[in-house]
């Protein structure tokens, strides 16, 4: 009776044992893993970010100027990278238009670009962009000539819209906007591709430029009827008519340069039954 009593102790205490050492075992394992774990964490927050992705669409950013614009920034700690810092200097590019950052655990961040799209040069010193915005930067970047527009502050969402309505209207003619001015009393003028000047007022300023566009083959076969001078018609004309002043209710005038000597104005008169324009020329001088 004893012999089994004493078995059956024996017996508790080696599965007591056995479970202690297991749980010391497990308990130990534990406490490596957790040992592991904080020095690899302690190990990834001093890693520094050796990896700099920068994408988007960039025709006048260069990398260099991203890298340049992130100078003070500190990228030796991953996880303490500061990506609103990034955004806000390189927001602060001339060219930039938008910024989005992000970190790429472990080691990596990624930059995506969006340029400006410029569309005219504005008063000389700034450039404007597609949404109607003045910005300034470089315009040695520039890929392409554009054109300029002058006018007073806070007008150039008006000057950049009259533009596309405009220019849409001469491109029927094949012509085009090179110049836009915008006076102080919000009186328009236009200087087209071909040269000639087009003065149009303050008002009605799609219904003048389409009178002009009506007007524009005549005044075309009015120059070939003269003594070529050049074998370009389109060289004649840029060379001959100075301006187009627009600003009559029912006429328009056309002033010549020196080299045509060929004064002459054009009145629009309205004939009422049939309902269309008959165009007029007053010569002052023998044609």
Same mark, same amino acid.
């Given at each position: 009776?004893?012999?089994?009593?004493?078995?059956?102790?024996?017996?508790?205490?080696?599965?007591?044992?056995?479970?202690?050492?297991? +749980?010391?075992?497990?308990?130990?394992?534990?406490?490596?893993?957790?040992?592991?774990?904080?020095?690899? &964490?302690?190990?990834?927050?001093?890693?520094?970010?050796?990896?700099?992705?920068?994408?988007?669409?960039?025709?006048?950013?260069?990398?260099?100027?991203?890298?340049?614009?992130?100078?003070?920034?500190?990228?030796?700690?991953? +996880?303490?990278?500061?990506?609103?810092?990034?955004?806000?200097?390189?927001?602060?590019?001339?060219?930039?238009?938008?910024?989005?950052?992000?970190?790429?655990?472990?080691?990596?961040?990624?930059?995506?670009?969006?340029?400006?799209?410029?569309?005219?040069?504005?008063?000389?010193?700034?450039?404007?962009?597609? +949404?109607?915005?003045?910005?300034?930067?470089?315009?040695?970047?520039?890929?392409?000539?554009?054109?300029?527009?002058?006018?007073?502050?806070?007008?150039?969402?008006?000057?950049?819209?009259?533009?596309?309505?405009?220019?849409? &209207?001469?491109?029927?003619?094949?012509?085009?906007?090179?110049?836009?001015?915008?006076?102080?009393?919000?009186?328009?003028?236009?200087?087209?591709?071909?040269?000639?000047?087009?003065?149009?007022?303050?008002?009605?300023?799609?219904?003048?430029?389409?009178?002009?566009?009506?007007?524009?083959?005549?005044?075309?076969?009015?120059?070939?009827?003269?003594?070529?001078?050049?074998?370009?018609?389109?060289?004649?004309?840029?060379?001959?008519?100075?301006?187009?002043?627009?600003?009559?209710?029912?006429?328009?005038?056309?002033?010549?340069?020196?080299?045509?000597?060929?004064?002459?104005?054009?009145?629009?008169?309205?004939?009422?039954?049939?309902?269309?324009?008959?165009?007029?020329?007053?010569?002052?001088?023998?044609?």
């Amino acid at each position: 009776m004893k012999d089994k009593q004493s078995v059956s102790v024996n017996q508790q205490a080696l599965s007591f044992g056995l479970g202690l050492a297991f +749980f010391l075992w497990v308990l130990i394992g534990l406490i490596s893993i957790a040992w592991w774990l904080t020095n690899r &964490l302690v190990e990834q927050e001093n890693l520094p970010v050796n990896s700099v992705v920068i994408s988007g669409e960039m025709p006048y950013t260069k990398r260099t100027d991203i890298l340049s614009a992130m100078d003070n920034i500190n990228l030796g700690n991953f +996880f303490q990278v500061d990506v609103n810092e990034i955004q806000s200097q390189v927001s602060a590019l001339p060219w930039v238009y938008s910024v989005a950052v992000r970190k790429q655990w472990p080691n990596e961040v990624k930059i995506y670009i969006v340029d400006q799209t410029p569309v005219a040069l504005w008063n000389g010193d700034f450039l404007l962009n597609e +949404f109607g915005k003045a910005f300034q930067a470089d315009t040695r970047r520039l890929t392409q000539a554009l054109p300029k527009f002058f006018g007073p502050e806070g007008s150039e969402l008006l000057a950049l819209e009259n533009f596309i309505n405009l220019n849409d &209207l001469l491109e029927y003619r094949n012509l085009a906007i090179d110049e836009l001015v915008l006076s102080e009393r919000f009186s328009w003028q236009l200087t087209l591709n071909d040269g000639v000047m087009l003065n149009l007022g303050r008002e009605e300023r799609v219904k003048r430029v389409q009178r002009f566009m009506d007007v524009y083959p005549l005044i075309k076969t009015h120059l070939e009827q003269q003594p070529k001078q050049q074998n370009n018609h389109k060289k004649q004309l840029k060379q001959a008519v100075d301006y187009i002043d627009l600003r009559y209710d029912t006429g328009l005038a056309v002033g010549w340069k020196s080299a045509a000597n060929l004064p002459l104005s054009i009145k629009l008169q309205t004939q009422q039954k049939k309902q269309r324009h008959i165009y007029a020329i007053n010569k002052r001088v023998h044609l």
